[in-house]
């Protein structure tokens, strides 16, 4: 049995959960938050989740998950296209979402969530970031119909668990300009992925998630 621990609510846990779900695999979810205890970090060196678990053995990192999920099930959809070309263009989308998107939205909507307050001069500072990476991503992305061709990849598992965190999360900070918002071909993408089984339950659980957390909030204030 395959057991991924993490909470629902994290990106990366979603990423992998989306490659699972697509590729049709039995697992469980063990929930879990990030830890520094000794007994987690044995199994994620850096107290990271997700970690998926398979016969009492670990891996961690999301795309080391993936890339191992492809190679131990190599039932389609393969998350790794077998093309290399293909593939390095998948790695290239992930690692361009994840770097250059996903990195520096985190220093605002991280910030906002721990109760900080952000500062303009850090919007400010963000938003080109975010907009140079919007325009690189747009010059290898073909929404034809999934993310980078026509088949379902590890590129979809990022860009769905943490493209949708962006947009929700910036839009109170960025409501004229959201560098979103000039990502050709975003929406209608998005629109499409939640047609899928996968995504359509990463965003219920994500609601469900949201309505317990504000509940707790009322009950705190």
């Given at each position: ?13 979603n ?38 678990e ?20 190599p039932?389609?959809?393969?998350l790794i296209?077998?093309?290399p ?19 520096p939205?985190?220093?605002?909507y ?14 400010d ?20 119909p999934y993310?980078?061709?026509n ?6 598992c ?11 999360e ?13 990502f ?6 998005v ?7 996968g995504p ?7 609601e469900?998630?949201?309505?317990i957390?504000?509940?707790?909030k009322?009950?705190?204030?």
């Amino acid at each position: 049995m395959i057991k991924l621990h993490g909470a629902s609510l994290s990106n990366y846990v979603n990423k992998v959960k989306l490659g699972i779900l697509e590729k049709g695999l039995e697992f469980e979810q063990i929930r879990i938050a990030p830890s520094q205890e000794e007994k987690f970090l044995v199994i994620s060196p850096m107290g990271k989740i997700p970690v998926l678990e398979v016969d009492g053995k670990f891996v961690f990192e999301s795309g080391a998950i993936l890339e191992f999920l492809d190679t131990l099930f190599p039932q389609e959809p393969r998350l790794i296209p077998n093309d290399p070309w293909e593939a390095a263009r998948v790695r290239e989308i992930t690692a361009m979402i994840e770097t250059y998107l996903d990195i520096p939205a985190r220093r605002v909507y991280i910030s906002s969530s721990r109760g900080r307050e952000v500062q303009q001069t850090l919007l400010d500072e963000v938003h080109p970031i975010l907009m140079k990476g919007v325009k690189a991503l747009q010059r290898v992305v073909r929404f034809s119909p999934y993310i980078a061709g026509n088949s379902f990849t590890m590129a979809d598992c990022s860009a769905f668990a943490n493209l949708t965190v962006i947009d929700e999360e910036l839009r109170k900070f960025y409501p004229d300009n959201h560098p979103l918002d000039s990502f050709r071909g975003w929406k209608e993408y998005v629109e499409f992925m939640k047609t899928k089984e996968g995504p359509a339950i990463i965003e219920k659980e994500k609601e469900r998630l949201r309505k317990i957390l504000a509940r707790a909030k009322v009950k705190v204030e």
